[in-house]
């Protein structure tokens, strides 16, 4: 197979680079007609409103339509009545790709671009970013940021798989398909969490676990949950309960190891949550301990109250118990990476091969405790892999090695699974060697191969000095 494996474009630029110049700005206090007048003379669909403490707000042609035109509103109306404020900023180092997943979780558009000191830059737009295939996800999760009852969100996210199918021919590349889907599998969580609450409810927080967390999903990916909040645990789990019976009927199934938060063991108050990160990290090797505390590191809030988060003190408390630091990475390091050596008896052809447990799952694991230990939360594998580096918790060559072989092995996963959902196949993990060509079965032997070396030399020698 001579096709290439991936396909990258604008996205993989720092956002600076792909300005179209000064952006126009006013005061709060100008007019819209002003403000008009400024697109116009800038040749730009949004003005940007400087605002007090290096705030920016923005106001875009949309707004002027929406909130003064379909408001009957005169062109007299001030900026500040009509603006959204404060305004999602990027710094001008973001990766197109990042910049794209903020745009795409958020539901914008636009995304001002601000220095080190915060003065704006510019605005990168969507159409900056997106190929035509990508521009589906955008669709499809406002379409389900939407829909009205149970019944629309389901129809939404049944066409799902083929968005993601769609963006795996258009030849995105695997980790960006892998961010979109997991950004409109959150938005389907949080829309059924709505649908199926109340709200007059308590604060909380719906969590998501995992590799949606991590915006690494793909279409054979269950949706992990926890909650915390200051209602009663069992009505919690019973609105979450309700909340995964509708995801169910949407594709989305729980998952099956039970790391759900109909489940007590997912469902706490605030204070049981935290004198439970407590008893795990006084005792890492009861009630599995270290797993539940990597859940949490990689957790995110879906929707609720952000100050309920728990990845980002479950991460500090951890970096200040380097003991259990260890042990995160001693876990990471012992379940080597691996390509089944036996044969079928009878066939003579090669076991078949779990691409996530013999190849992904040992990089996320790594990934993980470098992260952490560097100061990260709730990130995904290949800027911890990035950060650890920086931080010299890998070696550039070993976290070149890891980073490279994620992207191949979610290469491999992805495509596997696109072609069993197109042949009316449920998607799994277990892939045979022999159906893959010889292009690809060569990168998935060459990858676990130099993941479990990288495992060796963490084993025997441990992270840089």
């Known amino acids: 197979m001579n096709e290439p494996l991936v396909v990258r474009d604008a996205a993989m630029r720092p956002v600076a680079e792909l300005l179209r110049g000064t952006p126009p700005t006013c005061g709060p206090d100008a007019t819209v007609a002003e403000a008009a007048r400024l697109m116009t003379s800038g040749r730009a669909r949004y003005v940007l409103v400087c605002l007090d403490a290096g705030r920016l707000g923005i106001l875009t042609e949309g707004d002027l339509r929406r909130r003064v035109l379909g408001a009957g509103h005169g062109?007299?109306?001030?900026?500040?009545?009509?603006?959204?404020?404060p305004a999602l900023t990027t710094p001008a180092t973001t990766l197109g790709a990042d910049a794209l997943l903020v745009m795409l979780t958020h539901g914008v558009r636009r995304l001002p671009v601000v220095s080190e000191t915060g003065e704006p830059l510019g605005v990168v737009e969507d159409t900056d970013l997106l190929a035509n295939a990508t521009r589906g996800g955008f669709l499809l999760r406002g379409e389900i940021a939407r829909a009205e009852d149970p019944e629309t969100l389901v129809a939404a996210c049944s066409r799902i798989p083929a968005l993601t199918v769609g963006l795996w021919r258009a030849r995105v590349a695997a980790l960006d398909v892998s961010a979109v889907l997991s950004v409109v599998v959150e938005a389907a969580v949080r829309r059924a969490v709505e649908l199926a609450g109340d709200e007059s409810r308590s604060p909380t927080a719906w969590f998501g676990l995992g590799s949606i967390a991590r915006r690494e999903a793909v279409p054979s990916s269950d949706v992990d949950s926890a909650w915390s909040g200051d209602e009663t645990v069992a009505a919690a789990r019973e609105h979450a309960a309700a909340v995964h019976a509708l995801l169910d009927r949407c594709g989305l199934r729980a998952d099956d190891k039970g790391a759900v938060a109909d489940r007590p063991r997912f469902a706490r108050s605030p204070d049981q949550w935290h004198s439970a990160i407590e008893g795990w990290l006084a005792d890492p090797f009861a009630d599995q301990a270290l797993v539940m505390l990597g859940m949490l590191v990689d957790s995110r809030i879906a929707h609720g109250d952000p100050a309920?988060?728990?990845?980002?003190?479950?991460?500090?408390?951890?970096?200040?118990?380097?003991?259990?630091?260890?042990?995160?990475?001693?876990?990471?390091?012992?379940e080597k990476a691996r390509i089944p050596a036996r044969r079928r008896i009878v066939t003579r052809r090669p076991e078949p091969v779990d691409v996530k447990v013999h190849g992904l799952s040992p990089v996320v694991n790594i990934a993980r405790w470098a992260g952490t230990a560097a100061g990260l939360a709730s990130e995904s594998t290949p800027t911890r892999l990035r950060v650890a580096v920086e931080h010299g918790l890998l070696s550039d060559d070993d976290g070149r090695v890891l980073g490279?072989?994620?992207?191949?092995?979610?290469?491999?996963?992805?495509?596997?699974?696109?072609?069993?959902?197109?042949?009316?196949?449920?998607p799994t993990d277990v892939v045979d060697p022999e159906l893959l060509g010889p292009l690809q079965r060569s990168l998935l032997s060459n990858a676990v191969r130099e993941i479990a070396g990288v495992q060796r030399t963490l084993a025997y020698a441990g992270p840089p000095a």
């Open 404 to 426: 490279e072989t994620f992207d191949v092995l979610t290469q491999i996963r992805l495509r596997h699974q696109c072609e069993q959902i197109e042949r009316g196949q449920a």
């Open 75 to 85: 062109g007299d109306v001030t900026v500040a009545q009509v603006m959204t404020a």
């Open 308 to 334: 309920l988060d728990l990845a980002g003190p479950t991460a500090e408390m951890l970096r200040s118990r380097p003991e259990v630091l260890r042990l995160l990475l001693k876990e990471a390091v012992e």
